[in-house]
């Protein structure tokens, strides 16, 4: 029986979209170009880090040496921004107080940067809520690479064997099958369930309620 849930953040635990459509609209508008992209747009561009979101935003609009500089526009925004709108998905919190009740261990692992990742987390859960959180940091591959996850089980000494993934993309389903880990996707956050049923992961649910039923 498992007793290590570990979970994605943006699309999974929270509802980030809008903050994040509105520091990259912020950024593209500093150099100049009217954004062209909507919500839906921007469900399909985060995922696999902040650059990414920023460079697909972009969409070859400025020069390619120019993107580390957009990336730090962005960056500064969104810290100023990121808990504006941002809110715990209905039944998530709930759902976790079971689990810590339970005694699961309770991962974050997620491709938002780390210092950005903590702060939402302690702000929306409380400090110290999660028993370990990996966010983006230099030195440690973002996902869909299984690093992430193998280094949060580690930390609380979990195996492969002990633990549940659930995300809401291809990336974070492709993270857990590299991690060794079992799979559940979730269609409440930004991804189609086409999407996540291409992946092949061991379980889609489309409510919260249903995290109780596995541990």
Not at 80 to 97: N, R
Not at 126 to 146: L, M, S
Not at 180 to 200: A, C, M, N, P, Y
Request: aromatic share 10%; proline share 3%.
């Amino acid at each position: 029986m498992a007793d290590c849930a570990v979970f994605d953040l943006d699309g999974t635990l929270v509802n980030t979209i809008d903050d994040l459509a509105g520091s990259t609209d912020y950024t593209l508008e500093q150099y100049g170009i009217k954004s062209q992209w909507n919500l839906s747009d921007y469900k399909k561009f985060v995922g696999n880090g902040v650059a990414k979101l920023v460079e697909r935003a972009f969409d070859g609009r400025i020069d390619e040496a120019l993107l580390p500089e957009a990336l730090e526009v962005f960056k500064k925004r969104y810290a100023q921004t990121m808990c504006d709108h941002a809110y715990v998905y209905d039944g998530i919190k709930s759902v976790l107080d079971s689990l810590k009740e339970k005694g699961v261990t309770l991962c974050v692992c997620t491709n938002k940067p780390h210092e950005a990742a903590v702060k939402m987390l302690d702000k929306l859960f409380g400090e110290n809520y999660f028993d370990v959180i990996i966010g983006q940091k230099e030195g440690v591959p973002k996902k869909p690479e299984p690093h992430m996850v193998l280094i949060a089980l580690k930390k609380v000494g979990k195996s492969a064997e002990d633990a549940i993934y659930f995300g809401d993309s291809d990336v974070d389903m492709i993270t857990a099958r590299r991690a060794k880990i079992d799979s559940v996707g979730v269609t409440w956050g930004f991804r189609s369930f086409v999407e996540l049923f291409e992946q092949h992961p061991t379980l889609i649910i489309d409510e919260p309620k249903y995290i109780l039923k596995l541990f």
